[in-house]
């Protein structure tokens, strides 16, 4: 009986494809993780000094809350 072996990932054996795949879900990821940065700053940014204060926040946390 033959056993069949799908472990591996579409293009993970490595050449130019692969290399093409994975630049573009990098460079994709990237792209997603800063719109979600930049769209937490702004929505944090909105929010009042006692609205930041009431979910434990100050002003001077919207970037590190953003680098998380």
Known sequence: MAV???T?????AG???G???TAFTVAINSLMRWQDARATRMALSRLTDRELDDI???????E???RR
């Open 4 to 6: 069949y072996d799908n």
């Open 8 to 12: 591996h990932a579409p293009y993970q």
């Open 15 to 17: 050449g130019v494809a």
């Open 19 to 21: 290399r093409v795949v």
């Open 56 to 62: 434990g926040l100050s002003r001077g946390d919207i």
């Open 64 to 66: 590190w809350v953003v």
